[in-house]
């Protein structure tokens, strides 16, 4: 099931896409699902077709907790070894953002980059001090993510919350995929300035990863209590590079999606 979250005529719902992918957006509808999309799913029996709404980012995290150098060959583009255990990090809530809407460029930074990344959604209960099968069952579901970077700012600074904590610095989206294998799947990042010409920047598959998507949740939450709806970011392949003003970055992950964000400055 893919499950979104998106502006309506009458205000915000999360819903079920239904149609296949291939067909394009013309070709998928979305069924309103009554309430959230946490435990028993209800539909109201209200459906708009897709490109009638406005997709917003799939959830609203209490957090985003990201993983470093997850990926052997983005470690050694920047000249580090892989960290014998996970490297985490935290995004601020307030820089997610969802489909199309604008990343925007902050004035302290002249080198900010694209990282696309598979995501985790944790589903109820939650995840607390779990083992790799509790934290399997944590999984709600998958979607795409960019972890923006300012990667001046992550050299100068002693640790990054600045270089990745600013406005618009998560885009995720498009939706929420459930029940979705993702032990190798296709992590792949375009980005260009006319949609019949963009340049693949990063292209990796998730087998690759240094730690796996279960070892990742059992882990953080040996640390912090992971809540329905916070999202996990499993690190980037290798490829990462910087985004200018009127870009257009998609990060497209095999099964989910594409999530595509126009590149502006701040005003």
């Known amino acids: 099931m893919r499950i979104a979250r998106f502006a309506h005529a009458k205000g915000m719902?999360?819903?079920?896409?239904e149609g296949e992918s291939e067909a394009g957006p013309q070709g998928l509808?979305?069924?309103e699902i009554d309430g959230h999309p946490f435990g028993q799913i209800q539909f109201s029996g209200a459906r708009w077709a897709l490109s009638d709404v406005r997709l917003l980012s799939p959830i609203l995290p209490s957090k985003v907790v990201c993983v470093g150098r997850n990926y052997a060959e983005h470690a050694a583009e920047h000249g580090n070894e892989v960290p014998k255990e996970p490297l985490l990090f935290l995004k601020p809530s307030t820089s997610v953002i969802g489909p199309r809407d604008a990343i925007r460029l902050p004035i302290f930074s002249k080198q900010v980059e694209h990282e696309a990344e598979l995501a985790v959604v944790i589903g109820a209960p939650g995840a607390r001090r779990a083992d790799r099968a509790a934290a399997a069952r944590a999984i709600f579901g998958y979607t795409c993510a960019n972890d923006v970077t300012a990667r001046d700012l992550q050299r100068s600074d002693s640790q990054w919350t600045r270089a990745k904590g600013f406005d618009s610095f998560c885009p995720i989206g498009p939706w929420i995929t459930?029940?979705?294998?993702?032990?190798?799947l296709e992590v792949r990042c375009e980005v260009g300035r006319n949609p019949d010409e963009m340049e693949v920047r990063q292209l990796g598959r998730t087998k690759d990863m240094v730690f796996d998507v279960p070892a990742l949740v059992s882990y953080i939450s040996h640390v912090m209590t992971l809540l329905p709806g916070d999202v996990v970011l499993t690190g980037t392949p290798a490829g990462v590079s910087p985004l200018t003003d009127g870009d257009t970055v998609t990060v497209r992950i095999e099964g989910i999606g594409d999530l595509t964000n126009s590149v502006v400055p701040v005003v």
């Open 13 to 17: 719902s999360f819903g079920a896409v």
């Open 178 to 184: 459930t029940g979705l294998d993702v032990s190798d």
């Open 29 to 31: 509808t979305i069924a």
